[in-house]
């Protein structure tokens, strides 16, 4: 059963739109974490955070931004999405038993 | 930079064998150490977790050690399925904090 949870799951924009992917945990974990990821390649780390109003860029430059105004909810913004953001963003929360995922977010920019 | 390197990337085996998936890391100063499986298009599952301080962990058929001082992890499957076919993953820690993920392991067990 799932405690983090993404949605959408899967999502279809044409470029120029503005779209916010949701990450929720019910774990009451501090530390929240996105990384995006191309088919069968590896992930990488683009936004963190280790608390409310902590938000941090990752390894990966990316032109997503993200807010931490409650400690349950991490969403991922675009504010103006493009062919180039075509890939799955994975959401994650750790705590002193490691780390657990979300489902991920496909996102498909036409 | 942290690095963490799987071998192989890829394996292929006969349902019913056991095998051994690796994965190896710089420092051996490490917080804790994951690892994880992913089926295409999917996020990660948590396999098993081994704390600094412990040698290995096990759940069900899988088998986790870690040896600090050679900067060596191994993920050892016992009579592999083919429900067992997946992307397997080493992440480390050093702080608690961000995971260093490995690029992985992509497992197929034939029927």
């Known amino acids: 059963e799932a405690d983090i949870y993404q949605t959408p799951r899967y999502l279809v924009i044409g470029t120029g739109k503005k779209i916010t992917l949701e990450c929720s945990q019910t774990?009451?974990?501090?530390?929240m974490y996105w990384y995006q990821q191309d088919p069968g390649m590896e992930l990488h780390l683009i936004h963190y955070s280790y608390g409310v109003n902590s938000t941090e860029k990752g390894d990966l430059s990316s032109e997503s931004t993200v807010s931490r105004i409650r400690t349950e909810h991490f969403p991922l913004t675009l504010e103006s999405a493009r062919p180039s953001h075509t890939s799955q963003y994975l959401c994650a929360s750790s705590a002193h038993n490691g780390y657990t995922f979300g489902s991920g977010t496909r996102l498909t920019v036409v | 930079k942290q690095e963490v390197t799987q071998i192989p990337a890829a394996l292929s085996v006969p349902e019913g064998e056991n095998l051994v998936l690796n994965c190896s890391f710089t420092d051996s100063a490490i917080y804790n150490l994951q690892w994880f499986r992913q089926d295409p298009g999917k996020g990660l599952t948590s396999l098993l977790l081994i704390q600094s301080s412990q040698r290995e962990q096990t759940s069900g058929r899988l088998n986790a050690s870690l040896d600090k001082s050679s900067g060596r992890s191994t993920l050892y499957i016992a009579a592999s399925q083919p429900g067992d076919s997946a992307t397997y993953l080493c992440?480390?820690?050093?702080?608690?904090?961000?995971?260093?993920f490995g690029t992985g392991t992509s497992l197929t067990v034939i029927p």
């Open positions: 992440a480390v820690t050093y702080t608690g904090n961000q995971f260093y």
């Open positions: 774990m009451g974990h501090d530390k």
